[in-house]
């Protein structure tokens, strides 16, 4: 199993990527400090999953899910992981192609509960 995360904040990406690893402890994890990066690695790898941030520099996450579905035309799902979820966002993000999504700061149950979604295993 293959996860990208996109995260620009360094001690999120670490935060993420430790929370990920205690449900998929054998999953191999990728990362990016932003969409741009993210881009690079997805025209050479494929993952399971992408959970990425929506606020960042050089390429948020938008412009990140709009590549991946429109220019790519790649079918892994992208959760935003954000602190923009209240009501109003979250038709904002799934209307811009996040495929779900899991607020900041982090629920471990409901970092499970989307992860469980779309993985098996």
């Known amino acids: 199993m293959r996860i990208l995360l996109v995260e620009d904040e360094e001690f999120n990406l670490i935060v993420l990527e430790e929370m990920v690893k205690i449900f998929y402890h054998d999953a191999e994890i ?52 954000t602190a923009f979820a209240v009501q109003g966002d979250k038709e904002k993000l799934l209307l811009a192609g996040f495929d779900d999504y899991v607020s900041k700061p982090i629920d471990m149950s409901e970092l499970e509960k989307v992860l469980s979604k779309y993985l098996v295993g």
Do not use: C, R, W
């Open 30 to 81: 990728a990362t990016a400090t932003n969409g741009e990066i993210a881009h690079t690695i997805l025209q050479k790898e494929t993952f399971d999953i992408i959970l990425s941030d929506v606020n960042m520099p050089v390429l948020d996450g938008y412009g990140l899910v709009k590549i991946i579905k429109e220019n790519l035309k790649l079918q892994t799902p992208v959760v935003a992981v």
